[in-house]
């Protein structure tokens, strides 16, 4: 079966929120995050998502 790429089912939508730059991690603290914004950094929770408590 051939399908265009017009055809395909569209498997995911990207959502990119808008940055402001501000306030900034420590140089450190960034390498440690993982990022340099703190409205970026987000931990990891296994408790959290999925439905599961």
């Known amino acids: ?3 265009s790429v ?3 089912p569209e498997l995911a939508v990207a ?11 420590k ?3 960034a390498l440690y995050k993982g990022t340099l ?7 990891y929770d296994p408790g959290r998502g999925c ?3």
């Open 1 to 3: 079966m051939n399908l």
């Open 6 to 8: 017009n055809d395909w």
């Open 15 to 25: 959502i990119v929120p808008y940055q402001r730059y501000g306030e900034t991690f």
């Open 27 to 29: 140089i450190v603290e």
């Open 37 to 43: 914004f703190p409205e970026l950094y987000r931990p």
């Open 51 to 53: 439905g599961h408590s």
